[in-house]
C-alpha cells in the first residue's frame, strides 16, 4: 500500500534561517504530491503540491521538487519566519480515471517552531 | 464565502454516550472524508463519501457511523463502541479532478 514517512519533529528554528523537513513516499505508478499546513488550532490548508515527476510546487516562500529516482518531496523555504510556526504534512493521492483521485495518505506531521 | 464548516469546534462527552459531529459544506464538492487526528500520528481516514448515499470505511471506522442523504452534509457518530475517543476530528471535501482536500477548521471532542 502507499505510505509516507517524514523527518521527525519537532523542528526549532531562528528567525531567517534555512528549513528543510523531509519527505519520503512509498506508491506504485505516479501519485500526486502535497504539502498541507496546519496553524494552531484550526483545519488544514494546501500549501504547495506536484503531480508529475521533476514538476515543482511553491508558496508563500515554500517550495518542494518531485524526485521520482529518489521517491521523495522535500519541503524548503529560504528564510523561515515566525508566523512560520505550525505543523506541517505531507501526502500523496493516485489519479484514478478521468478527473477522479482517490483518497489522500498523509505523513506524521512535522512541528515546526520559529523563535525571533 | 465557500467553504466547510464544522461545529461543534469543542464537545465533551460522558463515557457510554453517542456524539454527533456536524459537517457542511457550500462548494459543491461531490467528496467528503472524516479524519482523525492524534499528537504524533498524522491523520487518519475515519469514513469517506464519494458521492450521495453511498459511503466507504477508511482505515479506522470501527467505533464510528456516517451518513450522506444530502451532497452538503457528512456528519459523522462517534458511537459508545469507539474504545478511544477523544481526539481531533477533521472533515474535508474535494472536487475530485484536483486531488487536494479543503479542510473545516476541526471539531475536538473529549470523553470524560
Known amino acids: 500500500g502507499n505510505s509516507v514517512t517524514q523527518m521527525e519533529g519537532p523542528v526549532t528554528l531562528s528567525e531567517e534561517a534555512f528549513l528543510t523537513i523531509n519527505c519520503t513516499y512509498t506508491?506504485?505508478?505516479?501519485?500526486?504530491l502535497f504539502w498541507y499546513v496546519q496553524y494552531p488550532g484550526e483545519g488544514l490548508q494546501l500549501l504547495l503540491k506536484?503531480?508529475?515527476?521533476?514538476d515543482k510546487g511553491s508558496n508563500k516562500g515554500f517550495e518542494a521538487t518531485y524526485r521520482k529516482e529518489t521517491t521523495s518531496f522535500h519541503l524548503e523555504k529560504g528564510s523561515v519566519q515566525v508566523s512560520d510556526s505550525a505543523v506541517y504534512f505531507c501526502?500523496?493521492?493516485?489519479?484514478?480515471?478521468?478527473?477522479?483521485?482517490?483518497?489522500?495518505?498523509f505523513g506524521q506531521g512535522t512541528i515546526l517552531t520559529v523563535h525571533p | 464565502d465557500g467553504g466547510i464548516t464544522q461545529s461543534p469546534k469543542y464537545l465533551f462527552r460522558k463515557e457510554g454516550q453517542n456524539v454527533t459531529l456536524s459537517c457542511e459544506q457550500n462548494?459543491?464538492?461531490?467528496?467528503m472524508y472524516w479524519y482523525r487526528q492524534d499528537p504524533g500520528q498524522g491523520l487518519r481516514l475515519i469514513y469517506y463519501?464519494?458521492?450521495?448515499?453511498?459511503?466507504q470505511k477508511g482505515d479506522i471506522a470501527e467505533g464510528y457511523s456516517v451518513s450522506r442523504e444530502k451532497k452538503e452534509s457528512f456528519p459523522l457518530t462517534v458511537t459508545s463502541a469507539q474504545k478511544n475517543p477523544t481526539a481531533f476530528y477533521l472533515c474535508?471535501?474535494?472536487?475530485?479532478?484536483?486531488?487536494?482536500?479543503?479542510f473545516g477548521e476541526g471539531s475536538r471532542l473529549t470523553v470524560l
Open positions: 506536484a503531480t508529475k515527476a521533476d
Open positions: 474535508a471535501s474535494t472536487l475530485g479532478g484536483q486531488g487536494e482536500l479543503f
Open positions: 463519501s464519494q458521492i450521495v448515499n453511498d459511503f
Open positions: 501526502a500523496l493521492t493516485h489519479k484514478l480515471g478521468g478527473t477522479s483521485y482517490g483518497k489522500l495518505t
Open positions: 462548494l459543491n464538492h461531490d467528496a
Open positions: 506508491a506504485t505508478g505516479y501519485p500526486s
